[in-house]
């Protein structure tokens, strides 16, 4: 089956520094990827799409000089938190599907803690 | 209109009962209506998957429901097991635009 595997899956950072999320399909070509957000006991919140060799669309209240997302490769995107707060620890979850329209497969998340 | 209410917000079921989800829509663009496990710390695992043109799907112990008319959808889960604790979603899409899940459902299954 599709596996979506996510690097790191914790990460502890001080205030004012950054943070790259690795996210990669193992076994599939994603020409699209996906970047959640998701609070405690909260259900997960689109913050971008990620295009293969074009810019990530990002859902309206991302700060996309925040949140800063590659899609370098049909196997790789990254999502880069910049100069991060506390206010951005959160789990970050990335997904992915091998066509258009086809099932969305997640990968096992990365809980950021800014100190 | 985009969005997917799902009830009950938690849910307490014995071993071996059946445990059932409610989900609702209102766009009737969405064809394609997947629920997803999710163990905490982990990322949502696709657990089962519909599309309207059938009223029901059953994978093993897990059912999925689809009224159409009344733009419902359920996951029954049979049997249930202390191992079925999680957080499940439901989930909508309208072709091969983006996923619009649920609230959640917290489900506790005890022994």
């Known amino acids: 089956g599709a596996v979506v595997s996510q690097h790191p899956s914790r990460v502890i950072c001080k205030s004012g520094t950054s943070v790259k999320i690795e996210c990669r399909s193992l076994d599939f070509q994603a020409t699209t990827m996906f970047w959640y957000r998701q609070f405690p006991k909260q259900s997960l919140m689109l913050m971008a799409t990620?295009?293969?060799?074009?810019?990530?669309?990002?859902e309206q209240g991302v700060e996309k000089d925040k949140f800063l997302i590659n899609h370098a490769s049909l196997t790789l995107s990254t999502l880069t938190v910049t100069s991060a707060h506390p206010e951005d620890s959160s789990f970050y979850i990335c997904?992915?599907?091998?066509?258009?329209?086809?099932?969305?497969?997640f990968g096992n998340g990365t809980r950021l803690t800014v100190t | 209109q985009q969005q997917v209410k799902q009830s009950p917000q938690s849910l307490i079921v014995q071993k071996g009962g059946i445990s059932i989800i409610n989900c609702a829509y209102e766009n009737t663009a969405f064809d394609y209506f997947p629920w997803y496990q999710q163990f905490p710390g982990k990322g949502p695992a696709l657990l089962i998957a519909i599309r309207p043109d059938v009223s029901e799907k059953k994978e093993g112990r897990f059912t999925i429901s689809f009224n159409k008319s009344a733009k419902q959808f359920s996951l029954h889960i049979m049997d249930s097991q202390p191992g079925d604790s999680a957080t499940y979603f439901c989930?909508?899409?309208?072709?091969?635009?983006?996923?619009?899940f649920g609230t959640g459902t917290r489900l506790l299954v005890s022994p």
């Open positions: 997904s992915a599907n091998d066509s258009p329209g086809s099932p969305l497969h």
């Open positions: 990620s295009n293969e060799g074009s810019k990530a669309t990002y």
């Open positions: 989930a909508a899409r309208a072709g091969f635009q983006k996923l619009v």
